[in-house]
């Protein structure tokens, strides 16, 4: 195999321009099916909850969810979408072991939601992103490789197939493709993957969990050059984090610069992004609308939702997540470039709970703007996942803030909530971290600083009381940073006798 030489980003962005598109797959958080009762609980044991409907057993025929449908509609109002007042369910035709229909029920030329628009900031600057449709179809099981060293088909022994998930409601958002956006390219596929989970959690449809594959997205990336068509996009599937959105993007853009340098041509195809690498490796041939047969659903009625019905849905939606983060930003008292730093890192859901828990947004954004937000760089998992939840970083605040922990110390105590040793009191007592506050207790550390400093202590008789500082930094050594701060600078100034 030729190795082709990569360029790096700036170069290839150089040269070509990106255009991106973005297919999102939204699990529905219905009790059952969308075809048949059986429950949906996530993490049940594989193939227990399955009948006849969900398996396609001879005989066995489908009824619609309607809260399904419902939440769909709601989906598409809230992106900005026309709803249609008459479409159908078609069957997708295609095998894999995790189709136990060897069809998918879906929608193909009758989405129940069209032509919409989602609005995305980026340094400032909004990009209107256009929704091509939302549709609503069934999920597929899901199948476990085993043997292989990577998870996947290559190199597996065997493979297990788990129908649990078959049949689950999921919601497909498929954009326009999104052009002129160079350089931005993968924020902008970053930024708008984030926003609309923002949006479809406030409708309270799906948890929107991306760790659990219930919200899922596949990243279209085509390039060319300056004035030429539009290139050959590749798709690749299932992306399950918004930072590998991002670094997804950026990995097609310079292996197809480096393709496209070398002489070579992009093939439509899907591929496999991988979390280690940050790279893209060639899964299969991509299939087009003929290859998969499309024809309407025999089995179900056609679905036609009253005017008056959607009306009312549309003036049920919930505060839009932009109108609340305005909102929000106001409250907290941070300038606009503050909050896009909060809403790019992920943070305005947990820094909004942790106050909710009973910390200042002051000190709610410190935490995990700060200390949280480099851990979860470094580990590179989303903020979300550092460790750490709003409830426990509003107890940690509260130590702080009752001077039981000064910052240092608190910073050692979040070092053992992330490591799963329970709550701040918990880890505070069983580290002995809390801070000594008890001038008895801090006497004799103070007449040690004294009596090892004379020249200081002579200054500080002088009156020059700021180079007291320098007897509570040795005070603060000595008693491993547990000592309170202010508490020793008051003892100091009492021990030499002057007025503080």
Known sequence: MTTIALPSFSDALGRYEPVIGLETHVELGTRTKMFCGCPTTFGAEPNTQVCPVCLALPGALPVANRLGIEA????????????????????KNYFYPDMPKNFQTSQYD??????????????????????ERVHLEEDTGKTLHVGGATGRIHG???SLVDYNRAGIPLVEIVTKPVPGIGARAPEVARAYVTELRDIIRSLGVSDVRMEQGSLRCDVNTSLNRPGEEWGTRTETKNVNSLRSVERAVRSEIIRQAGVLDS???????????????????????????????????????????????????????????????????????????????????????????????GATPAGARKWWMGELARRANETGVELSAVGATPAQVAQLQALVDDGKLNDKLARTVLEGVVAGEGDPAAVMTARGLEVVSDT????????????????????????????????????????????????VRELILARLGVEG
């Open 440 to 487: 008895g207790a801090l006497t004799a550390a103070v007449d040690e600083a004294i009596a090892a400093n004379p020249d200081v202590a002579a200054k500080i008789r002088d009156g020059k009381v700021a180079a007291a500082g320098a007897l509570v930094g040795a005070v603060m050594k000595t008693t491993r940073g547990q000592a309170d701060a202010k508490t």
């Open 110 to 131: 009758e989405p129940l939601c069209t032509d919409g628009w989602v609005d995305v900031e980026i340094d400032g600057e909004t990009v209107r992103i256009g929704i």
């Open 263 to 357: 002489g070579g041509t992009i093939t439509q195809e899907t591929r496999h992004f991988h979390e280690d690498t940050g790279d893209t490796t060639s899964g299969r041939s991509k299939e087009t609308a003929t290859d998969y047969r499309y024809f309407p659903e025999p089995d179900l009625v056609p679905i036609a939702p009253d005017p008056a019905w959607v009306a009312e849905l549309k003036a049920a939606l919930p505060e839009k997540p932009s109108v609340r983060r305005a909102r929000l930003r106001e409250d907290w008292g941070i300038a606009e470039l503050e909050m896009q730093a909060v809403v790019n890192a992920g943070a305005v859901d947990l820094i909004a709970e942790t106050i909710a828990a």
């Open 156 to 158: 597996a022994t065997e």
């Open 72 to 91: 769909t509609i709601r989906i598409g109002l809230a992106l900005n979408c026309s709803i249609a007042t008459w479409c159908r369910m078609a069957r």
